[in-house]
């Protein structure tokens, strides 16, 4: 129904940079809050960066002044710059958007992607 995909993951040497994107495909009437998730081994998912419909950001304290996020509406796209990378940022790196799938949606509801792996290291 509804599918998010991201993309860009790969290694990088600490210092280095990354963009990820994610685009939300499917029966898509509105989406509200886009946001980066990132699980790293043994730790819990945490929330990286949030972006609203209107643009509007928060960051994770660890990722300020390094990582921006920003969105595409007409491409229901969003994005993941991360610049000044450092091997504690290595982790999987969740998509997420809340989504109205249907003209009489009355809420939105929340839909994951699967997942791209940035691993940072010398």
């Known amino acids: 129904q509804v599918q998010l995909v991201e993309s860009g993951g790969g290694l990088v040497q600490p210092g280095g940079s990354l963009r990820l994107s994610c685009t939300a495909s499917?029966?898509?009437?509105?989406?509200?809050?886009m946001g980066w998730y990132r699980q790293a081994p043994a730790k819990e998912r945490e929330l990286v960066a949030l972006?609203?419909?209107?643009?509007?950001?928060n960051y994770a304290d660890s990722v300020k002044g390094r990582f921006t996020i920003s969105r595409d509406n007409a491409k229901n796209t969003v994005y993941l710059q991360m610049n000044s990378l450092k091997p504690e940022d290595t982790a999987v790196y969740f998509c997420?958007?809340?989504?109205?799938?249907?003209?009489?949606?009355?809420?939105?509801?929340?839909?994951w992607g699967n997942g791209t792996l940035v691993t940072v290291s010398p």
């Open positions: 997420n958007a809340g989504v109205l799938s249907s003209r009489w949606s009355l809420r939105f509801i929340p839909y």
């Open positions: 499917g029966s898509i009437f509105g989406i509200g809050d």
């Open positions: 972006t609203t419909s209107g643009g509007s950001t």
